[in-house]
């Protein structure tokens, strides 16, 4: 069975730090490219950051210099390390995979192979 669990969001003021953690069953992340995508409430879903099976990475103009994706293949587990974190970071977090080159930076649902249950993370004084 094919499983993504997410972990490591919460509430933290801004400035402050959060490691995301996505861990994988069923599958080997290094097959597939691996995104970290976010919803904030009333928003479309947007692809943050990407690693590829080569472990190439990518990330969207609003959170780089703040945030890297990472992964270890022993552990088939893909983190995100948000420093810097701004208000407008607030979002439900997801981990994804998609068999294909994806990015784009507004995605939908349907450009993915997998995906977790999400993660909240909630950046506020």
């Known amino acids: 069975e094919v499983q993504l669990v997410e972990s490591g969001g919460g509430l933290v003021q801004p400035g402050g730090a959060l490691r995301l953690s996505c861990a994988a069953s069923g599958f080997t992340f290094s097959s597939y490219w691996t995104h970290w995508v976010r919803q904030a409430p009333g928003k479309g879903l947007e692809r943050v950051s990407t690693?590829?099976?080569?472990?190439?990475?990518n990330y969207a103009d609003s959170v780089k210099g703040r945030f890297t994706i990472s992964r270890d293949n022993a552990k088939n587990t893909v983190y995100l390390q948000m420093n810097s974190l701004k208000s407008e970071d607030t979002a439900l977090y997801y981990c994804?995979?998609?068999?294909?080159?994806?990015?784009?930076?507004?995605?939908?649902?349907?450009?993915?192979?997998?995906w977790g249950q999400g993660t909240q993370v909630t950046v506020s004084s």
């Open positions: 994804a995979t998609s068999d294909r080159p994806l990015l784009r930076l507004l995605v939908n649902w349907a450009d993915f192979t997998f």
């Open positions: 690693i590829r099976g080569d472990g190439a990475t």
